[in-house]
Every structure is written in C-alpha cells, then in structure tokens.
C-alpha cells in the first residue's frame, strides 16, 4: 500500500500545490473540463425547469416544492428518474430509475462500490496500470488492497485479466472487482476495442468479479463510431455502471451515479442486496446528495429533453480542436527527432501520451514547472509500481487553444535540455 | 457490531419506509428543521452575494468568477474565512480558516475523523448511549468500533468516562476518541453542565483523547444562557469541532465542517498531519464539496454580516413555541396517571424524550404508526443495546404547530389501549 499511497499523495501534491506555484505556466497537468464550455442558466434555467417538474410530480404549488427541495431527501436519489431517462437516450442504457443511486459525484460511486464489493480483507479490486488516481485513492481510503493486471505488449486484455485473477486466487485473494474506463481512459487515452469488451464481460462472469465501468468521456469521441458501453453489452449481470455529469455539465454539481445490474450473475436477490448496501453507506457518509445539485443537474437535463448529445457535440468540437493542435504542434517541434519521441492518437477524452527516449519523474516534472513554465504529469503517477518513467499524460481539455503551441514550444525546450546532458 | 448495525437499520428503515407508508400520520419521528424556517433568497440574493466576493477576491469579473466556481475546487473548502469568522461571532470560537476543512455535511466530518483517529483495528471511539444515529452508522460503515460509556445514575459523567477509558484499555483497546453533542443531545435533548465540560476535557485531555463534539442544535437554545462549547474551552488541544448549517440554513445545502484545534495534545505537527489526514481523506470519497453549495452558504452568511444569530433566534421562537405546546400537551393528556408518565424540559433543540410505564419497541412504534397515525421513535433504537426499552423520542421540530396536540391527543389514545392490556 505504502507506494501506491505516496503516489496518490504525489499527484495531488502536484495538481495542487505545484500547479499553484507556477501561475504563468501553461498547464497539460489537469483534466478538467474547459470552463468556457458550462452552461450558464443552470439557476436561472435549471432551477426553475425542475421545480416545475418537481411541484406537478408532488401535486403541490412551486414554494411548497422549494422548500422541501431544501431539505434532506431519499438517500437513493430524487432525480433518478431524469438519469435513467439520460443514460437510455445517450448512452443506449436500458435502466430503470430503481437500479441508481445518486452520488456525490462519481468518486462517491467509485467508493461505494469497493467497499461494498471488498468487505473482506482478502478481497481485492482489479486495475489496469497505470490507471485513474481516484480509485487508487479510494482504495486507500478504505484500506482495500489493489492489483494491477500486468499487460505484456501483443496479449489480449482479457487474457491479462484471467491470469491475473487466477494468480490472485493461488495467493488466497478474492477478486471482487475489476474497475475500468473502455472509453478514452485516464490517463492513457485508450480505447478497449469491441471483441476485448466482450471477451472482458465473459471473463469476469465466469470468475463472478463485478466490473465497475467508470465512463467520464465516453461522450467525447472525436473520430470513428462510439462502442458500447460494457454495460449495454453486458446480458449476465456482471457490470455496475459509474457516471458523472462533472464534465458534461460541470464539476460543481458533485453529481454521479451507480447503476446495478438487474440481476447480479443472474440473481435479483444479490443485485438489490448491493443497491441496499450502497444506499445504506452511502446515507453513513453523506446522508444524500445536495436535493439543489440534483435539481440543477435535472433540470438541465429536462430543459435538453433528458439528452446531452447536442452538448457532447459542440464540447467535442473544442475538445478535438485542441488534440489537433497538440499534435499538429507536437509533429512540428519533434519532427528531427525520427521516432525518439512518440505519441497517441486519442479518438476522445481528454489525454494524450508521450513517450520520451528519457525518464521523466517527479523532479523533471518539477524542472519543467520551474525552468520552462509548462506542467506536464509524469504517467509513474499513475502506475502502481511507479514504472513507465519514461511516458507523460498530456492533458488538452483544459488549455486555452492559444496556448497549446506555447506549451508544446516550451516543452521542447526541456526535451532540447535533455539531450544536451 | 452486528447489533449496533441493525439498529442502525432499523432507525433508517422506520425514518424512510415507515414513515411514508403513513402520510396521514403526525409525525414526531424526524428531526428535520422546519422547511416554514428556510430561507427563499439563497439563490436570487445570496448567491449573487458571494459571486461578487468571489471576483473581488479573484480579481476577476463575474462571468469569470462563475466559471471558476462551477469547476472542481480546493479539497479543504472554498469558504473556510466566512466559516472562521461566522464561528467566531456565534460560537466564540477563536478559528483560523487554515484549522477549518469544509465537508459535505457534518456525516462527512463525522466519518472523516473517525477514520483518520482510528486507523488500528484496536482503535475505538467512545459515545454515550443512547446516542446519534449517524456515528453509530459512519463507525458501521468503516468497521471502526463503538465502545458505550456506562453512566450509572449520580456518577458524574467524567467519571463514567474514566472508567470507560481506563476498561478499554485494560482489555487492549485504544480510545482514540470521544464523540459527544453536548449541547440539546439527539436523540435525548440533555446539556452537559459547565463543571462537566471542564472535567471531561481534563479527562481526555490526561488520556490523549480526541473530542469530537457535533454541535448541529447550540444555536436553538430556549431558555437560560448558552454554555461555552467544548472547543472554546478547551485549552490543550484536544477537540474537534464538527459543524453544520443543515439546521441554520437547510439540508440540501450539505455543507458542514470539522475545525482541528491549533495544536493536538500540543503538538502543532499533529494538528497539521491530522488536518492533511482529513483533506486526503475527504479527496478520496467526495473530491471537494461543491462549490455551488459552499457559494449558497457563503453567499448567506455574507448577507447576515457572517452571523446566524438573527436567524436562529427568529427560529427559537418557533421551535421553543412546539416544545411548549408539546409539554402543555403531555401534561394536559397525562395528568392523570401521576409519574407514571414523566419526560423532560430540553432547555434547546428539536428532541424531547419521554419515559413509559411499559416496553416501546419497533412492534409498538408500528402499532403506533397503524392504528393511531402518529410516529415516534423507540429510544432503543438509539442504544448501543437495545436498551432504554422504556423511553421515546419525540421530535418536536419539524412538525406544524397546529398538529401537536393532535399527536399527543393520538400517542395517548395508544397509551390508554396499553394500560387497558
């Protein structure tokens, strides 16, 4: 635990405080969505928007509605309706308002989940690596153990999988949960391709690991046809879906959701045994979320007709200009270096990766930061054993579209500084 | 734990399910404030208020400020000066924003520090009981252990501590910490006494025992003077202050904190890794509470000149107009069965309890709920024991005026079918 923790402390460490040090800096360090893209009638359109809705749904008048929006609420939810609604038409979910619970974002979902999943010390959650720092963080938070999938280059995912949960299993673990993002992940950008989804849901069926499908930017694709979600692919029960509305409607509102399965590996029983126990810590931790972030959340969504396609469209337009900006802008600088540099092409998300002919950690983020005023996340962040030194996550989303040039520009000033050592 | 759990079932069954099986029922089962009490200006006036004091802090226009606001946001809280100086007007708590971490709700702070003082298997937090709800659940959902205090009738209450310390220790474990409402008690609506303040905090102090003290109902006090909390006078670091403004403001807001003293047992290095304990923790679980609602609440208590003394006295009047009603009630109701029937005068708060010449448990609170349409609460529910057979809980807050009478008219109609068993 004791690496995996530092390294959590690291990149907040960094996001935070490093971030704040360097002012000017041209910043590829964070994730979050582009301000410039919110919504700004969510009070003045929202707001009333769902009080209508809320007053007719309880037969009383708009100040009657107000004031019990005003107070605590169902700990499953009050918009779960609206969601269900939203992951049917955006996502091609086929969920009833009864399988969520609204969370506190989704990192509440993420948290949730694995302890619900993990109440034995033996039970372990699955991971890629590197992976997402939110459920490396969770996991330490609840003291439950992690295992990264090790993937040697030119093998199958779901073959990864299944020799990582066998050889989990011989050490007397219990794998009880893979967590995963099949769409442009953070922070490797990658996509999981259709038959390894399949592949992935038969593989965790078989062995019963719930997989926690967390799909921030699966809305964000910017070349090809979007894939099912593991979710919509899923016919055996083995998929509990996390979303967020953080980055298609903004981070502010805190609201997620977990959605449970119908039926858990086929049993309806256990499928609401693990909602019941999700609400009921839930209720310990947060007692429900805000009733005014999940009327600002619904009434967005029922003034787009419970739809966010018209705004992942235009979203997506931002965000695919400044991926081709970056890459345009990375071939430009690099182009002398033949293949010693290297990167992805992500087909969404907000991430890109560059892998270096160098090893680039902690203090070369900080030289970086310092010297060339330019904040990139070494990818060893993200790894569970602190390996791949010599890759780092490039973050696009939240750039002015002016600066991506410059940050490149002072970037490969680094890189020149590097190879003159 | 297995008893504490389902009790803690039991009470979250009863709030949710029963109550909405019954709606024509007089409810005397929730401890909600009274939605009549909200405020209507949150949005329209209050938070304009902040966005005003955001940009003039940021140095930015509004629109900018907006914008900034709807994003992901520091960890320990984006209004932790308005926080400081409003605990420092009303509580006369001596507070700097850098000792405050804002959290979703006081059930947040709550799990959080339990957490974070508990980290060993061997750790326990020590709670009276009966006691509130929410630590029973939060110490349930992180496997953490409860240990109930022993308070014989006549034994001063730092004694019964004492010897709860001293009896933990003998068996192995370590009292890491002390949870405690001193002020109006839910579910029992008792204060403690100054003496006992003062000898509680030597208590722990002398055994290195954290202070948590929940303090959600000091400002509705209704007869008498306010006693210094814990926190404010407590000179050797031993509390935690853990706040909300569910009551004074509203619930949906779910904006709460927990406050660290300057120096833990002295030590300012403690204090400082306590307080970063919390941060990392909350950033794991919620992120950061949502800046809109922090906007909500800071927007508020700028308009009130950062006090919520007008408010609450505005709202004591409501409130204390209930518990007398109540008393009036049940003594009118009552006076013929002598001291058969006795409760208390909470000098504050939103509970009252009164002690029963027979059992109450949940099959009579739903026989209650069925033939006679009215709710309270089994005091049992409440006990690390299932103990207090013989006692309920009446909630007077969130109950309209006119309907009180009608509730106890209807509580001793019950009362009458028990003693003609």
Not at 85 to 101: A, F, H, Y
Not at 267 to 293: E, G, Y
């Amino acid at each position: 635990m004791s690496s995996k923790a530092s390294s959590v402390l690291e990149v907040m460490n960094f996001l935070n405080e490093v971030a704040a040090d360097y002012p000017r800096a041209v910043s590829f360090a964070s994730g979050r969505p582009a301000e410039t893209l919110f919504r700004d009638d969510l009070w003045t359109r929202g707001l009333p928007k769902f009080l209508e809705h809320y007053a007719a749904r309880l037969g009383t008048d708009i100040d009657f509605a107000s004031r019990q929006l005003a107070q605590y609420g169902r700990t499953a939810g009050l918009v779960n309706d609206i969601i269900a609604t939203q992951l049917n038409r955006d996502e091609s979910l086929n969920v009833e308002p009864g399988q969520i619970v609204v969370t506190t974002g989704c990192q509440e979902a993420i948290s949730l989940c694995i302890q619900a999943l993990c109440p034995s010390a033996s039970d372990i959650v699955l991971v890629r690596s590197p992976t997402y720092i939110g459920i490396t963080g969770a996991a330490h938070g609840s003291r439950i153990q992690l295992e990264a999938i090790d993937e040697p280059v030119g093998v199958a995912f779901s073959q990864a999988l299944e020799a990582a949960i066998v050889a989990a299993k011989a050490r007397g673990l219990h794998p009880r949960a893979l967590y995963i993002t099949p769409d442009f992940d953070n922070p490797t950008g990658s996509v999981l391709e259709l038959e390894e989804r399949r592949a992935l849901l038969s593989t965790c069926g078989q062995h019963h690991v719930v997989v926690l499908e967390d799909n921030p930017y699966g809305m964000f694709c910017y070349e090809g046809i979007r894939l099912p979600t593991l979710f919509a692919l899923d016919s055996d029960g083995v998929v509990v879906y996390l979303g967020t509305y953080s980055k298609t409607i903004c981070p502010a509102l805190r609201v997620g959701c977990a959605v449970v399965p119908k039926s858990l590996f086929g049993s309806i029983a256990d499928s609401k045994r693990l909602l019941d126990d999700l609400i009921r810590r839930k209720s310990f931790v947060t007692v429900n979320t805000s009733q005014f972030n999940q009327a600002l959340a619904g009434g967005l969504l029922l003034l787009e007709d419970c739809s966010l396609d018209r705004f992942a469209k235009e979203a997506s337009v931002y965000y695919r200009r400044n991926r081709d900006r970056l890459i345009s802008a990375l071939g430009r600088v690099f182009s002398g270096l033949g293949d010693q540099l290297t990167w992805n092409r992500p087909r969404g998300g907000f991430f890109l990766t560059v892998a270096l002919p160098f090893s680039f950690g902690r203090e070369h983020a900080m030289e970086c930061a310092q010297d060339f005023d330019v904040l990139l996340m070494p990818m060893s962040f993200f790894t569970m054993d602190g390996s791949r030194l010599d890759t780092v996550r490039v973050a696009f989303s939240n750039l002015d579209p002016k600066d991506v040039e410059l940050g490149v520009e002072r970037f490969s000033r680094y890189v020149q500084r590097r190879f003159e050592r």
